[in-house]
């Protein structure tokens, strides 16, 4: 291949690598459908909120996992009717299967009922975790 | 396993922005190097010269194939991207006295403020190594006389340590629990 020809693909990986990154960037931390997926507050041994209730999960591991549980856990902490729990998947991939888990943190935001409303992948954006807790 | 003591995160983003331009360099030598160079001509005449009358010349075939070994090893995009391999391995082995990490740390740290959080050091150790396995697979496989292989690997590590360079994006994070349902790793509680 010519040297030009060989330049001007590695600009466009370069430009395919920065595509791929910026829309990773934007679906990160959207609020988004829970689908049909129930939680088993059983599966965390604790008790949903009276209204609803933040999932967390997370994984020893996770970089930004620490983050997003003080981010939940002040948000919890002005509501009194929510309530934040967290799951650890390290070792429960039993769980990461059940609730279709596939990077962490992944939160769930379930009503009283235990039927997931919404689910956030990587750190949620605030005023998307406003409109979502509004919505149920 | 306890969780050991965590690190500043802007270390492993500054190894990976490094690990990127080298991988970048060394994509553009793999294109223009012999993995992507098609047939020459002939290496006999058409005449009907009897002994040669049923060789076939492939015209559509690659020079790498028919390639010695040491004109496939001598390939600079290869010897790039072994040293590449290399420092992938070092900081999967001894991420502490890997190259780039001491750099960080004598020279770039001191001239930043203290870092705000600490990150579990497992994670980026675990993107060296699957940064190792994708370039080893393409320096294998170029070895082996496959065409393309060497820069296709390359730009797929590339991209990965892109990623996490420009944005953060933690690519075995992403791959812990996919590999974990797989079964290749963490499905059984450690003994306390």
Redesign the interface.
């Known amino acids: 291949m010519s040297p030009a020809l060989a330049l001007g693909v590695a600009a466009a990986l370069l430009a395919l690598a920065t595509v791929v990154g910026l829309v990773l960037r934007r679906r990160d931390g959207r609020r988004r459908d829970g689908g049909t997926l129930r939680f088993d507050p059983a599966d965390a041994a604790e008790e949903l909120g009276s209204r609803a209730t933040l999932v967390q999960f997370s994984t020893e591991m996770c970089a930004r996992c620490p983050q997003v549980r003080r981010l939940l856990r002040a948000y919890a902490s002005d509501h009194d009717d929510l309530r934040h729990i967290e799951v650890d998947l390290t070792h429960r991939p039993d769980l990461s299967a059940r609730y279709k888990v596939l990077q962490t943190p992944t939160t769930f935001l379930v009503d009283g009922s235990g039927a997931v409303r919404a689910r956030f992948h990587g750190v949620p954006h605030r005023h998307a975790l406003t409109e979502a807790v509004a919505a149920v | 396993m306890t969780?050991p003591a965590g690190i500043d995160?802007r270390g492993p983003r500054f190894a990976a922005t490094i690990t990127a331009v080298l991988l970048?360099v060394a994509?553009?030598l793999a294109?223009?190097g012999i993995s992507?160079?098609p047939s020459g001509p002939a290496s006999f005449g058409w005449f009907a010269y009897q002994p040669l009358a049923n060789a076939t010349y492939t015209p559509t075939g690659w020079a790498i194939s028919s390639a010695p070994l040491g004109q496939r090893a001598l390939d600079p995009g290869f010897l790039l991207t072994v040293v590449i391999a290399l420092l992938f391995l070092w900081g999967v082995v001894s991420p502490r006295t890997a190259p780039w990490s001491a750099l960080f740390r004598t020279l770039v740290r001191p001239r930043l403020a203290p870092p705000t959080?600490l990150?579990?050091p497992?994670?980026p150790r675990?993107s060296q190594g699957v940064g190792l396995f994708v370039v080893g697979v393409g320096l294998v496989l170029h070895l082996a006389g496959v065409p393309w292989a060497l820069p296709i690997a390359t730009?797929a590590a590339?991209?990965a340590a892109?990623?996490n360079a420009?944005?953060a994006?933690?690519l075995g994070?992403?791959l812990?629990?996919?590999l974990?349902?797989i079964g290749l790793i963490?499905?059984?509680?450690p003994a306390a």
């Open positions: 969780t995160p970048l994509t553009f294109l223009v992507t160079t959080e990150e579990d497992r994670p675990f730009a590339f991209i892109f990623l420009a944005f994006f933690c994070c992403q812990y629990l996919l974990q349902r963490g499905r059984t509680a």
